[in-house]
């Protein structure tokens, strides 16, 4: 087989290699040889914060990077695995933001509250699981929801749960004070700041859900929920 043909950033004209970068990516600590369940022989983990690598390669996008680093994900995922997935029949490999342009623009919108800032372009794979907690009031200073955007199996359980940090907070689902994208509507009621706090939703259809922290969403306390 050829080698692959240098590509040209339109912008900044520099030269990229897609299989050099997918190398380069496996050896640049975003992937590690520690397994991401002891019971897998899988050897990796999915992409956690926005890379580095792409300051020191310009030529390369943000939306060129997910989609390599997805295809490395694959490689390794195969190249290490013994087993092909859970134990339940489901993955733990993270989906694609890109793969569900709605959540990504609204974890990433501006124009209604601020950019989600735990959201790294991944969702959560927590399919095939009866119930999925995502905590209210994460991150550094306490406002955002962790994990920021999450997959499950309809018919699943969310439970949100409070830490008490960053000040009242509330679980908001309004399409009409959104981007309009959501396909459900709920509210955990006013906000509360109380650690322990819980509000459940079972969501039974498949859609993605789309909610906030009215309080904090112009600091994009923002997060997302898609349910297959």
Same mark, same amino acid.
């Given at each position: 087989?050829?080698?692959?043909?240098?590509?040209?950033?339109?912008?900044?004209?520099?030269?990229?290699?897609?299989?050099?970068?997918? *190398?380069? &990516?496996?050896?640049? =600590?975003?992937? $590690?040889?520690?397994?991401? @369940?002891?019971?897998? #022989?899988?050897?990796?983990?999915?992409?956690?914060?926005?890379?580095?690598?792409?300051?020191?390669?310009?030529?390369?996008?943000?939306? *060129?990077? &997910?989609?390599?680093? =997805?295809?490395? $994900?694959?490689?390794?995922? @195969?190249?290490?695995? #013994?087993?092909?997935?859970?134990?339940?029949?489901?993955?733990?490999?993270?989906?694609?933001?890109?793969?569900?342009?709605?959540?990504?623009?609204? &974890?990433?919108?501006?124009?209604?509250?601020?950019?989600?800032?735990?959201?790294?372009?991944?969702?959560?794979?927590?399919?095939?699981?009866?119930?999925?907690?995502?905590?209210?009031?994460?991150?550094?200073?306490?406002?955002?929801?962790?994990?920021?955007?999450?997959?499950?199996?309809?018919?699943?359980?969310?439970?949100?749960?409070?830490?008490?940090?960053?000040?009242?907070?509330?679980?908001?689902?309004?399409?009409?004070?959104?981007?309009?994208?959501?396909?459900?509507?709920?509210?955990?009621?006013?906000?509360?700041?109380?650690?322990?706090?819980?509000?459940?939703?079972?969501?039974?259809?498949?859609?993605?859900?789309?909610?906030?922290?009215?309080?904090?969403?112009?600091?994009?306390?923002?997060?997302?929920?898609?349910?297959?």
């Amino acid at each position: 087989m050829s080698e692959p043909v240098d590509r040209r950033s339109a912008k900044t004209g520099l030269r990229w290699n897609p299989r050099r970068l997918i *190398t380069d &990516l496996l050896k640049s =600590g975003t992937y $590690t040889d520690r397994p991401v @369940l002891p019971e897998l #022989s899988c050897h990796f983990i999915p992409l956690q914060k926005r890379p580095s690598y792409m300051q020191s390669h310009p030529g390369v996008t943000r939306r *060129t990077y &997910l989609r390599l680093t =997805g295809l490395a $994900t694959l490689t390794t995922g @195969l190249a290490g695995c #013994s087993g092909g997935g859970n134990d339940d029949g489901g993955s733990d490999e993270a989906l694609s933001g890109e793969d569900n342009p709605a959540v990504d623009e609204w &974890l990433t919108e501006t124009e209604v509250g601020g950019e989600a800032p735990n959201y790294d372009g991944t969702i959560v794979n927590q399919r095939e699981k009866d119930t999925v907690q995502v905590d209210v009031g994460a991150g550094d200073n306490g406002i955002a929801f962790e994990p920021a955007a999450v997959a499950v199996s309809a018919g699943t359980t969310v439970r949100w749960e409070w830490t008490g940090e960053g000040g009242a907070h509330n679980v908001t689902a309004r399409p009409d004070d959104q981007i309009g994208e959501s396909d459900y509507e709920f509210s955990s009621g006013d906000p509360v700041d109380e650690e322990g706090e819980t509000y459940e939703q079972t969501l039974d259809d498949s859609g993605i859900a789309l909610y906030h922290c009215e309080p904090h969403l112009s600091v994009g306390m923002k997060g997302a929920v898609v349910v297959e």
